[in-house]
């Protein structure tokens, strides 16, 4: 890992929460656009269980989604040693940058984060201080690699503002302290929405569950759900305004195959949806056909998967302990 610093790669960073079930959301979103950027870019994947526990989790279920998330990983086609896949607990400078972050993020700035007001509403009866305060954590996350580019979805550009925030604040009133970094927000992909209600981001915590498609559905659940999701009454397939829910099919259907929207038209011009939504359904299905069976394998190989965690903590904990001496000095704490 010294080398990819040598060589002056850029950096990238992003998480995934070990908090659900993952999505063909956040596989088209986040995990399949890191596995391309592995040789250009010297990339950090972390499973971020710190960030999960702002809301109320199952120990036991916890636990076991960490290690699928890796998993995961993995399967998706990242590979542990081109890219660093690490647990986030395993490195204690993410809490420890966390709570200097606090300190320098304001009331004012959180209260403004959506994702926060959508969080609190959903769980009023436990609007913690962790659930407030997650920006900053996830700004340690970024800042302490000095990393270059965060391939997130949509939905995080915000938190991604505020860390870059965060970063020029304390590089104002410190000195050159952190790399300020940029978010990396891939053209299609970038939202992927729910099958039932197409207006709306497919969410794993969605209560309806024909709206996801989970990496880890069968092949005849992911068929029923496309051939259920909510279209139009056009019955030409077509990428156009105010056709959501086709739009969404061709955007998961383009993502899968790589063809262009042009090309899914001529594809089925003069076809209903019907035969449309059972070939998005079986292209899916087979596509994620192959990580299943990776991911199954993994599974049943802890202790492989125990030791990418252990490496990549390591990994991960020289490379931040630079930027924690860094802060710690400037600001003012004795280092002996
Ligand atoms: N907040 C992100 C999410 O909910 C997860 C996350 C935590 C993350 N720390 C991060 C993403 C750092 C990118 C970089 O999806």
């Given at each position: 890992m010294e080398n990819n610093q040598t060589e002056a790669k850029k950096v990238i960073f992003s998480g995934v929460q070990p908090s659900g079930l993952l999505t063909i959301g956040n596989y088209l979103g986040a995990i399949k656009n890191w596995v391309s950027l592995a040789d250009e870019y010297d990339c950090i994947y972390c499973v971020v269980d710190l960030h999960s526990i702002t809301v109320r989790q199952v120990p036991a279920e916890l636990r076991r989604r960490i290690y699928e998330t890796l998993a995961v990983y993995i399967a998706a086609g990242i590979d542990p040693e081109k890219s660093t896949l690490f647990v986030?607990?395993?490195?204690p400078a993410h809490a420890e940058l966390g709570w200097v972050l606090d300190c320098h993020t304001q009331f004012g700035e959180l209260s403004r984060m959506t994702q926060f007001k959508d969080k609190s509403a959903k769980h009023a009866d436990n609007i913690n201080a962790g659930l407030f305060t997650y920006p900053a954590l996830m700004a340690a996350d970024i800042l302490l690699y000095q990393t270059d580019l965060v391939p997130v979805g949509l939905d995080q550009k915000q938190h991604i503002e505020l860390a870059r925030d965060i970063a020029v604040r304390f590089n104002g009133i410190y000195g050159d302290t952190f790399k300020v970094p940029e978010g990396f927000i891939p053209q299609t992909g970038a939202k992927i929405a729910s099958l039932?209600?197409?207006?709306r981001k497919m969410s794993k915590s969605d209560p309806n569950a024909n709206g996801y498609v989970a990496i880890l559905d069968k092949k005849d659940d992911i068929i029923r759900k496309f051939k259920r999701a909510v279209t139009d009454s056009e019955a030409v397939v077509r990428f156009a305004e105010g056709k959501d829910g086709i739009n969404n099919l061709m955007n998961i259907y383009s993502c899968f195959t790589g063809k262009t929207h042009a090309e899914i038209e001529a594809e089925f011009a003069g076809k209903g949806y019907g035969d449309f939504k059972m070939a998005v359904g079986e292209t899916v299905a087979d596509k994620l056909a192959p990580i299943q069976a990776e991911f199954n394998r993994l599974m049943a190989d802890k202790a492989y998967l125990e030791s990418i965690m252990k490496q990549g903590a390591e990994v991960a904990a020289y490379r931040s302990k630079k930027t924690m001496r860094k802060v710690y000095k400037k600001l003012g704490f004795v280092q002996v």
């Open positions: 986030q607990s395993h490195n039932s209600d197409p207006t």
